[in-house]
């Protein structure tokens, strides 16, 4: 299965606990609660799904957009 | 040019963020305190490559700004800037020492432990240890305003990663950004709306939110170091907590937080525990990978739920985890202060739980790694850490505050956390979970409980008894008032009476009352009832008759022993007179076995219904052999009987002496009250075993018939033994002292303790089981608990009661199953205990003692132990009152110990409790009041007077002092009390550090801004100041010579001519503790201007005095110049309105004497200084300049006087050179009142113009008195021998005068309010 942005915002709702209509594109995922040893979880679902982003790429970004765009500029070397 | 907010290399600094602000202040507060250099090293094994490991570091240092801030203080608050140099990494090596290793920690340690001075050292250091050939330490340490845990970890991890690029690794990416980001990333938040939100969100959340506490109480303030307990947590452990709370939809570190909350919970009781949660707060933008100090401690609310399902109540905690990292920016300090919770010991949270999963050792290629945190910060009170990540290991760290916890404390609590963790993985719910880790439950339930021992099961007690009469009939069974009976003649009477008994319808499981007063025919009957095979019940005679019908109505005997002269008393209920017991006869053997009742015995309910507690032989048999046999009792001894039959220590005093072929001596009716009638017995009979409660023995201490006493052993039981009773027995008495516990429910007692000369215990256990029983504390929920923790003590075991005449449902109720012995039953004594670590009990009082204040639980016993601990009271009993309907307060009776002092004993308290657990009054009893038991009792203790609004005790002068700058700096329209609170009136930090400086200038002492955040009371930050190390020790204007009984108006001593009050010492000792002795000094000493006249002085000092007694007389006195002070200050003082007592002049004549006289020279100027040094100056040589007398003083150990720096002594010389001058200038006020004049008698013999009449012209009265010393030697120890009763007794007398009470000097309450308003 491929890494979609729905799918990402399905992953990060999870985490925290919310239906994936309440993670917007723009919203700060922190302030939603999102802290270091999720984020790393999901890091590593997300490598295995065809990303090479790392930990400390996404960490320094705060939204799903800018996490799809990252994921879109490091696909998984095939 | 616009300057840049945020340029970090301007030359004046930039402002801290609020994350470094609370770091600063705390830094600002205990500048010697190195706690917040954060250390840590990276063991290296393989074969590190030196150069390039030292390349990669200085890379790693060039990048990060943080290693290179300095901070300080400028009028504008702190700065922090970066220097220009960089750190370098030092290299030792170690390859050649004896012990590489050892060598390198005591360098790191020594580095860490080495308090900075942030403006000027480097704020970081990196040092590189070469071991061995394949082995190395490499340090950092870095202060924590620099960097937070995750900065420390971004930086060893950043070298690591340049490491590894210069060994042909991939490429390291980019550089660190500039510190500035933090800067800009904080003045953001600052000004954004979202900071409001936060806090709105952090008060709300904290709404309703108990004190927070740790898991003991006291001070949670970080001292200089801490205790740690490290435990490595295998991956498989790890993998189970990681796998379960996925299961979860939660994370391992979210579950290990929950667990904490209910672990933390367990030991601070209450309905939730409050965490601090370390928060990186700087997740998803610049700083997620900038090295800095943005960590946030925000409190958590852990709310355990026992009965839920653990995964349940799992996924809510997560959820206030998550909701917390949504509003985690806002700063704890800030939260704090908006809720009022600084100072007083009030807390934002608990113990810390702190899991950074990234905190792991970083890799280097070829090399193995090990991280080891030396220190990560403050720990206040205890800190719970996880480095380290769930697939491949990780550490625990129990870090906790040495002033709170021992270290074994810490070690317990890390095997036992963990134990927890462990046990939660498989338990269903919380409830399923015991405190105590299974290793902990097996000692304390099993181990400790190991009691099985052989006793005569098959025999009754009179069975037993009868045998050993029958062993040796001619030997003296029973002696009273010198009446005497055999063994043989016990035998006949007892047998006679218990024919008679049976034939009226005595046998197995009936019951005989017995009503007679101690005597020969209560021997005989309670003997005689068992051979007639029934139980015997007492009655008290002087029991109030509805009480002993209710419980003649319940037992329903089959017959009453008791006099004849008592039949109105007994009227309807069978009964036999000692004149109607038959004198021959012989009992039938009866059916009555071991499983049949001895006794009965009435205990007062809570409710005041009269319960009848049955006891069987068996219980009763092992009881007392195990007695018999323990203490080794022997034929040829004796015992004594006094305690009343009802009272169950009475059952071993009956009949312990014929279990063991001894002889029992029964005391007269009522001699167990009288100590001296019990000392004249246990001598005339010489009496080797007796029995006391603690309170009885107490008083009987205190009579002086016990002095010297020699016996074999005494016992105490009924009450709680005080370490201090302990004491004064051994002092007093030769002989073993044991202490025994147990209910009526129990045969006696359960417990058992040796309470030896070499036993410092505090409180004194209850100690160890006796023979087959079994103690345990256990919770609410009946599981076992650890030791140091308060529970219920249950007992179970051969000695249980059967249960309660005719209340099976009582006897249901608090005799419920076993919970770890399928069959068996324990019995809830409703009595607080825990064990201790070795394995004794510590009884804690009773559990219906435990009331709630401020919706806190509390154990009075606890606070009972707590006064007791401090060794200033000898004996202490606390009781919540509620004298103002809808006002619990908590009051404290104590009787004092030697050296008692009120304000002492409320400060080691407030080190020790919580808050809430401070009892807000404390009353001094020269004794505790007795029932007719000897046990406390509780309701004929006095209430204490209260006032309305008004402070509850009148004020010190430096409380009074204090209270007017807390009234200057709050702009309050009243000095407040001296129990007021800085913070709850208003008061916040920056207030608090105006007060520090207002104490600073008025007291020339500093105690700290600290002393203000952590005192729960104006006395409280009093006493510090006092205790506090001023600049100008010594040297303050208003000296604290001896501190005496504050209920006392204080003396004020006014310096002779050198402007030092030193030289009073010796007068002072002797005023004290009449009194507090202070002495006035001239404030120039301390940088003040010299004063321009005499006058200008006087009215000095009389503002300083007034201001410090605000009420009621000022007594005065002074030595020499020191008297034409007071004289001055008296007129002024009465001018003023205020009352003068004592005017004392110590050899002192008035100015106009002086003005037709030479200036003295500078040889008797220095002669001067002897005296002033307290030394006699008639035994010293000639002194031709300072030198010479600094040499003398010096060799004479001239006390602190030879400590002076330079410029005091020059400043000293300069006031008693000025003070001629002013001498000479002043023209006298008159003062209407009394002056008291002692002259020195052998002085002045050429010099006769020198007469106390000369005062007649400035005062109104005058006493003369003479001493029998020079003028120098007066104020010498020998000439204060003489003086100082003069003083004390014009002082007493005054004292009487204006106070009736002033006998009763204990009591805080005593004071009449009026006493107050005389001024």
């Known amino acids: 299965m491929a890494l979609t942005l729905e799918r990402m915002r399905a992953d990060v709702a999870a985490k925290i606990h919310e239906e994936p209509d309440a993670v917007s594109d723009h919203e700060n995922l922190m302030d939603l609660g999102l802290d270091s040893m999720r984020l790393m979880e999901l890091t590593l679902l997300w490598r295995e799904l065809g990303t090479a982003a790392g930990f400390a790429e996404f960490a320094e970004k705060s939204t799903l957009a800018e996490w799809w765009a990252l994921v879109q500029a490091r696909p998984k070397a095939a | 040019?616009?300057?840049?907010?945020?340029?970090?290399?301007?030359?004046?600094?930039?402002?801290?963020?609020?994350?470094?602000?609370?770091?600063?202040?705390?830094?600002?507060?205990?500048?010697?305190?190195?706690?917040?250099?954060?250390?840590?090293?990276?063991?290296?094994?393989?074969?590190?490559?030196?150069?390039?490991?030292?390349?990669?570091?200085?890379?790693?240092?060039?990048?990060?700004?943080?290693?290179?801030?300095?901070?300080?203080?400028?009028?504008?608050?702190?700065?922090?800037?970066?220097?220009?140099?960089?750190?370098?990494?030092?290299?030792?090596?170690?390859?050649?020492?004896?012990?590489?290793?050892?060598?390198?920690?005591?360098?790191?340690?020594?580095?860490?432990?080495?308090?900075?001075?942030?403006?000027?050292?480097?704020?970081?250091?990196?040092?590189?240890?070469?071991?061995?050939?394949?082995?190395?330490?490499?340090?950092?340490?870095?202060?924590?305003?620099?960097?937070?845990?995750?900065?420390?970890?971004?930086?060893?991890?950043?070298?690591?990663?340049?490491?590894?690029?210069?060994?042909?690794?991939?490429?390291?990416?980019?550089?660190?950004?500039?510190?500035?980001?933090?800067?800009?990333?904080?003045?953001?938040?600052?000004?954004?709306?979202?900071?409001?939100?936060?806090?709105?969100?952090?008060?709300?959340?904290?709404?309703?939110?108990?004190?927070?506490?740790?898991?003991?109480?006291?001070?949670?303030?970080?001292?200089?170091?801490?205790?740690?307990?490290?435990?490595?947590?295998?991956?498989?452990?790890?993998?189970?907590?990681?796998?379960?709370?996925?299961?979860?939809?939660?994370?391992?570190?979210?579950?290990?937080?929950?667990?904490?909350?209910?672990?933390?919970?367990?030991?601070?009781?209450?309905?939730?525990?409050?965490?601090?949660?370390?928060?990186?707060?700087?997740?998803?933008?610049?700083?997620?990978?900038?090295?800095?100090?943005?960590?946030?401690?925000?409190?958590?609310?852990?709310?355990?739920?026992?009965?839920?399902?653990?995964?349940?109540?799992?996924?809510?905690?997560?959820?206030?985890?998550?909701?917390?990292?949504?509003?985690?920016?806002?700063?704890?300090?800030?939260?704090?202060?908006?809720?009022?919770?600084?100072?007083?010991?009030r807390r934002l949270h608990g113990p810390l739980i702190n899991i950074q999963p990234f905190d792991s050792a970083p890799k280097m290629p070829g090399l193995e790694t090990r991280l080891h945190i030396l220190s990560a910060g403050a720990v206040e009170d205890f800190t719970f850490s996880f480095r380290g990540d769930a697939h491949e290991g990780a550490i625990f760290e129990a870090d906790s505050n040495p002033a709170l916890y021992s270290a074994e404390e810490t070690e317990a609590h890390a095997d036992r956390f963990l134990a927890f963790l462990e046990g939660a993985l498989k338990a269903e719910r919380l409830a399923d979970l015991p405190t105590a880790s299974p290793a902990e439950a097996r000692r304390f339930l099993i181990d400790v409980n190991a009691t099985e021992h052989p006793f005569p099961t098959d025999r009754t007690l009179i069975d037993l008894i009868l045998d050993k009469l029958r062993e040796n009939p001619k030997a003296e069974a029973l002696r009273f008032e010198g009446l005497s009976l055999t063994n043989a003649e016990l035998d006949a009477r007892t047998g006679a009476l218990a024919a008679k008994l049976k034939e009226l319808g005595a046998g197995p499981d009936r019951v005989v009352a017995v009503a007679l007063p101690r005597s020969m025919e209560l021997i005989v009957a309670l003997l005689a009832i068992q051979r007639a095979g029934a139980a015997y019940l007492p009655i008290d005679l002087e029991h109030p008759p509805a009480r002993r019908k209710r419980v003649l109505d319940l037992a329903a005997p089959v017959l009453t022993l008791r006099r004849a002269e008592d039949a109105e008393a007994f009227a309807g209920f069978p009964a036999l007179t000692p004149d109607q017991w038959p004198t021959t006869g012989e009992a039938p053997p009866s059916a009555t076995g071991p499983e049949n009742l001895a006794y009965v015995i009435f205990t007062s309910g809570s409710t005041g219904e009269p319960k009848g507690v049955m006891i069987e032989h068996r219980a009763i048999v092992n009881r007392l052999i195990w007695m018999r046999e323990h203490y080794g009792f022997a034929p040829g001894e004796r015992i004594l009987q006094k305690t009343p039959a009802v009272f169950d220590v009475s059952v071993w005093e009956f009949f312990l002496a014929f279990l063991s072929g001894e002889t029992l001596v029964v005391a007269p009716p009522g001699a167990h009250r009288d100590p001296s009638a019990l000392a004249r017995i246990i001598r005339e009979e010489r009496i080797d075993t007796l029995h006391f409660t603690p309170s009885m023995l107490s008083a009987f201490l205190a009579a002086p018939e016990s002095a010297g006493l020699k016996v074999k052993r005494v016992f105490c039981s009924g009450e709680e033994l005080t370490a201090d009773q302990r004491e004064r027995f051994h002092a007093r008495i030769s002989g073993e002292l044991h202490n025994l516990y147990g209910p009526t429910e129990a045969a006696v007692d359960v417990t058992f303790w040796p309470a030896t000369p070499e036993d410092h215990s505090s409180p004194v256990p209850i100690g160890f089981p006796v023979w087959n029983t079994r103690l345990y504390a256990l919770d609410s929920r009946l599981r076992p608990l650890p030791a140091g923790l308060a529970g219920d003590l249950y007992l179970g075991g051969v000695q249980l009661a059967r249960g309660y005449l005719g209340r099976p449902d009582l006897t249901a109720e608090r005799f419920p199953p076993d919970p770890f012995r399928p069959g068996e039953r324990i019995y809830a004594t409703g009595d607080l205990a825990r064990w201790r670590p070795d394995g004794a009990m510590e009884f804690l009082g009773r559990s219906d003692h435990q009331v709630k204040i401020r919706g806190q639980r509390i154990e009075l016993g606890e606070i009972e132990a707590a006064i007791l601990g401090t060794g200033l009271a000898r004996e202490a009993a606390v009781i919540a009152r509620e004298d103002q309907p809808g006002v619990k307060r908590l009051t404290a009776y104590v009787v004092p110990a030697t050296g008692y002092d009120a304000e002492q004993l409320r400060t080691a308290l407030a080190a020790s409790l919580t808050p809430a657990m401070i009892p807000s009054h404390l009353l001094a009893l020269p004794a505790l009041p007795l029932n007719v038991n000897g046990k406390l009792d509780r309701a004929a203790l006095p209430a204490p007077a209260l006032e309305e609004g008004g402070p509850s005790r009148p004020a010190s002068p430096e409380e009074a002092r204090l209270a007017g700058l807390v009234a200057e700096v709050l702009e309050l329209p009243h000095p407040p009390g001296p129990e007021a609170d800085f913070f709850r009136l208003g008061g916040d930090s920056l207030l608090a550090m105006r007060l520090a400086l207002r104490i600073r200038e008025a007291f020339g002492k500093d105690p700290g801004v600290g002393a203000i955040f952590d005192s729960a009371s104006l006395a409280e930050i009093a006493a510090r100041i006092l205790a506090a190390e001023g600049p100008a020790e010594g040297l303050e204007p208003l000296l604290l010579l001896a501190k005496g009984d504050p209920e006392a108006p204080p003396i004020f001593l006014a310096h002779p001519a050198g402007g030092l009050g030193w030289g009073y010492r010796a007068l002072a000792k002797a005023l004290a503790p009449a009194r507090s002795v202070y002495a006035l000094q001239a404030p120039s000493l301390t940088g003040a201007a010299p004063f321009a006249s005499l006058d200008a002085l006087a009215e000095d000092y009389a503002a300083r005095v007034a201001e410090a007694v605000p009420q009621g007389p000022i007594h005065l006195a002074g030595w020499s110049v020191g008297g034409v002070i007071v004289q001055a200050m008296a007129a002024r003082l009465a001018e003023r309105g205020r009352e003068v007592g004592l005017a004392a002049l110590l050899d002192s004549y008035p100015a106009e004497v002086w003005r037709g006289r030479l200036e003295p020279s500078e040889a008797e100027a220095l002669r001067a200084f002897v005296a002033i040094a307290g030394l006699d100056p008639t035994e010293a040589p000639p002194l031709a300049n300072r030198a010479e007398l600094l040499a003398y003083l010096r060799e004479k150990g001239g006390g602190p006087m030879t400590l002076l720096p330079p410029e005091v002594l020059e400043g000293v010389v300069k006031v008693a050179l000025g003070a001629n001058a002013l001498v000479r200038g002043h023209e006298h006020r008159r003062f209407p009142g009394r002056l008291t004049h002692i002259r020195a008698g052998l002085d002045h013999q050429n010099d006769p113009g020198l007469q106390a009449d000369l005062w007649l012209a400035h005062c109104a009265a005058l006493e003369k008195l003479e001493a029998p010393f020079l003028h120098p030697q007066l104020v010498s120890p020998a000439a204060v021998a003489v003086i100082a009763p003069l003083l004390a007794e014009r002082l007493k007398a005054f004292d009487k005068e204006r106070d009736p009470k002033s006998g009763n000097r204990f009591s805080d309450q005593s004071r009449d309010p009026q006493n107050k308003e005389n001024a």
């Open chain 2, 1 to 345: 040019m616009t300057t840049d907010p945020f340029d970090l290399t301007a030359p004046q600094g930039q402002p801290l963020t609020e994350a470094q602000e609370g770091l600063w202040r705390f830094q600002a507060m205990d500048p010697d305190n190195p706690i917040l250099n954060a250390g840590q090293y990276l063991e290296i094994l393989g074969p590190l490559d030196v150069a390039a490991f030292a390349e990669a570091v200085g890379g790693m240092i060039a990048e990060t700004e943080a290693l290179r801030l300095r901070f300080r203080e400028t009028p504008q608050g702190p700065r922090q800037r970066l220097a220009p140099e960089f750190p370098a990494l030092a290299v030792h090596d170690h390859r050649r020492a004896p012990d590489p290793e050892s060598a390198a920690l005591a360098m790191m340690r020594a580095d860490s432990d080495k308090p900075l001075d942030l403006a000027r050292d480097a704020t970081a250091a990196f040092h590189l240890h070469l071991l061995g050939p394949e082995r190395a330490f490499w340090y950092e340490r870095v202060h924590h305003l620099c960097l937070d845990g995750y900065g420390m970890a971004l930086v060893t991890d950043r070298a690591a990663e340049r490491y590894a690029a210069l060994k042909g690794g991939p490429a390291a990416g980019p550089d660190f950004g500039p510190l500035r980001l933090a800067l800009e990333a904080d003045a953001e938040y600052r000004a954004s709306a979202r900071r409001e939100q936060d806090a709105a969100w952090g008060r709300a959340a904290m709404e309703g939110a108990p004190e927070a506490l740790g898991m003991k109480p006291g001070r949670a303030v970080s001292g200089h170091g801490f205790h740690r307990a490290t435990r490595l947590l295998p991956p498989e452990f790890l993998a189970r907590l990681r796998d379960f709370s996925r299961s979860r939809n939660a994370t391992w570190p979210d579950l290990v937080t929950a667990l904490t909350g209910a672990y933390v919970q367990r030991f601070t009781g209450g309905p939730e525990a409050v965490l601090g949660v370390p928060f990186m707060a700087r997740l998803g933008g610049s700083l997620a990978r900038l090295p800095c100090m943005a960590m946030n401690v925000p409190p958590l609310r852990i709310i355990p739920d026992e009965g839920a399902v653990l995964g349940d109540w799992l996924k809510g905690v997560s959820k206030s985890l998550i909701a917390l990292r949504r509003h985690g920016r806002y700063r704890a300090e800030a939260l704090r202060r908006d809720l009022g919770r600084i100072g007083g010991g």
